[in-house]
């Protein structure tokens, strides 16, 4: 099945500057590839996602970038804001599969 | 209010008795999900139905049921068998399967003592 890595488990940023988080995943029939924030205590709500036709999507401050021959794909975050500060996720799904795969996250702090 | 509700938020159990987690959508979703969420382990995957009257096993099912009599329902049995059961358990269903948006309820955290 699936396997999906994620790096780094925790990382710690200055109010400003950008952050990235990448993955990487094992199988090349995956064509979906979203990204989930969790803040504290909430629960997990997607942020953006790309589809394997597409090398990169932006929306506002967020970005992702997807690598199919390198089978990985990023999230970057530019200008972060203390209100960025939360667990993020990424995952891979097959095309017309009915599973989606998690990574482990990563566990992001602003700090003022 | 459209949403997905899952109760209790916490529980409580002894070593031995098997527990219920309850699962509710009002979003027409034919998708449903049960992740576990563990601290640096990310969601694992326990159960997902994609219709009614089918399921089918995810990455970690062992010592886990459910069923899918309803589609706006989707339980979750925890039982005897499943050797470390204290842990988050998050619901998810989505419109258009694993390709779609996944909406989580506010998971149910379950203790086991």
């Known amino acids: 099945g699936e396997n999906v890595e994620q790096h780094p488990s925790t990382l710690s940023v200055q109010e400003g500057d950008s952050a990235v988080i990448k993955c990487t995943y094992s199988d090349s029939a995956s064509n979906y590839f979203p990204w989930y924030k969790q803040e504290l205590g909430k629960r997990p709500q997607l942020i953006i996602d790309?589809?394997?036709?597409?090398g990169e999507k932006k929306d506002q401050r967020i970005a992702v970038t997807l690598n199919k021959t390198a089978k990985h794909f990023s999230l970057h975050i530019t200008e972060t804001q203390p209100e960025d500060s939360a667990v993020y996720f990424c995952?891979?799904?097959?095309?017309?599969?009915?599973?989606?795969?998690f990574g482990t996250g990563t566990q992001l702090k602003v700090e003022l | 209010d459209g949403g997905i509700t899952q109760s209790p938020k916490y529980l409580f159990r002894k070593e031995g008795q098997n527990v219920t987690l309850s699962c509710e959508q009002n979003l027409n979703h034919d998708a449903m999900y049960w992740y576990r969420q563990d601290p640096g382990q990310g969601l694992r995957l326990i159960y997902y139905s994609q219709i009614v009257n089918d399921f089918q096993k995810g990455d970690i099912a062992e010592g886990y049921s459910v069923s899918r009599e309803k589609k706006e329902s989707f339980p979750l049995t925890v039982t005897s068998a499943q050797k470390n059961p204290t842990a988050f358990y998050l619901c998810?269903?989505?419109?258009?399967?694993?390709?779609?948006?996944?909406?989580f309820g506010e998971g149910s955290r379950l203790t086991v003592l």
């Open positions: 998810a269903s989505s419109k258009g399967g694993a390709t779609g948006e996944l909406f």
């Open positions: 995952a891979a799904s097959l095309r017309g599969g009915n599973k989606l795969t």
């Open positions: 790309i589809r394997s036709n597409v």
